[in-house]
Every structure is written in C-alpha cells, then in structure tokens.
C-alpha cells in the first residue's frame, strides 16, 4: 500500500512537502473539495510548492503549515 504522503505528492505534483492533515468536504453545491495541509522543506521556504518557482519570503518558523 502506498503512503499516504507518496500519494498526496502524485496527486498534487509537490516533491518538497510532508502532509499533516486532509480534510474533505461536499458543499451545498454537491462539488467535492480536498483540503490537504502540510510542511514545505526548509531549503525550498520560499517557493511555490507545486510550481517551484522563487517568491516572497514565507514565515520562517519551523513547521509552518500551508494549504493546497
């Protein structure tokens, strides 16, 4: 069976995350929604964890978690 971070990292195309928590939801529309949060490597803080390109400095602290 595969890992569940191997797996959000195919879905998604991010390489440098480690995932924490997904959440899924339906809303009054009946579209589905996938909330998935995680940490971004320190060496890759301040690029776009699914494009890779450089942007503005992120918060700096250690396990800062962002969602996709």
């Not at 069976?1 to 928590?21: C, E, G, Q």
């Not at 529309?29 to 690029?47: A, E, I």
């Amino acid at each position: 069976m595969t890992n569940i971070n191997t797996l959000f990292r195919n879905i998604l195309h991010v390489n440098t995350a480690k995932f924490t928590k997904a959440r899924f939801e339906v809303d009054s529309k009946g579209q589905y929604h996938l909330y998935v949060y995680g940490v971004v490597h320190r060496k890759h803080d301040n690029c776009c964890p699914i494009c890779g390109k450089k942007g503005k400095p992120y918060d700096r602290r250690e396990n800062v978690t962002r969602s996709w």
